[in-house]
């Protein structure tokens, strides 16, 4: 159980947070539990999902956002995260389910991909704190400056998800996934 109260339904969140539930619900088919939480801030639910529509519009492809959520949740330990973008990526994305443990790893089975990945985990690891190699290696994977800032931003978006759903505690409403094997 939440240990912040989620809204039970659209009508039952703040009223400035209703018609941005709405719209999540036209767009996914269903209102998952972390838009309905971050409801109780419409501030909150209206940035993120304002950072959200924006990072969708950017240079970085589909699949890749959700090879970056996916390693961040893992480093972050975020079990909620982990089941919607597990899901997300499988049936939305088309990550094939030898992807989606790579990504969790920190890594990709497709090689450009795999920059990004990798980068966006030792940015999660190091708070941001990555050397020149670091970032000359996504560069010479073929990144531009814009997509490296994209993927930055994609780490910062999706650690606050995983902090929030940890903080509050969210019941997760996708497809459980088990934890991966540590040595």
Same mark, same amino acid.
């Given at each position: 159980m939440s240990r912040i109260p989620t809204p039970a339904s659209i009508l039952?969140?703040?009223? =400035? +947070?209703?018609?941005? @539930?709405?719209?999540?619900?036209?767009? !996914?088919g269903s209102v998952p539990n972390l838009f309905r939480l971050a409801a109780n801030s419409p501030a909150a639910l209206e940035g993120y999902l304002g950072m959200m529509g924006a990072l969708a519009k950017g240079a970085l492809p589909a699949a890749t956002r959700e090879r970056i959520a996916l390693a961040v949740a893992e480093i972050n330990g975020c079990d909620y995260c982990l =089941? +919607?973008?597990?899901? @997300?990526?499988?049936?939305?994305?088309? !990550?094939?389910?030898?992807e989606i443990a790579a990504n969790r790893a920190g890594t990709s089975t497709d090689a450009k991909a795999d920059a990004a990945v990798r980068f966006a985990a030792l940015v999660t690891r190091a708070r941001g704190h990555v050397g020149e190699a670091a970032l000359?290696?996504?560069?010479?994977?073929?990144?531009s400056d814009a997509q490296v800032i994209e993927i930055v931003q994609h780490v910062a978006l999706n650690t606050w998800t995983n902090y929030?759903?940890?903080?509050?505690?969210?019941?997760?409403?996708?497809?459980?996934?088990a934890a991966l094997e540590t040595a």
């Open positions: 039952a969140s703040p009223t =400035a +947070a209703q018609p941005l @539930l709405a719209a999540v619900g036209e767009q !996914l =089941a +919607a973008h597990a899901y @997300l990526g499988k049936h939305l994305a088309k !990550l094939s389910d030898d000359q290696a996504v560069r010479d994977a073929g990144y929030l759903n940890e903080v509050a505690g969210t019941e997760i409403d996708f497809p459980a996934v």
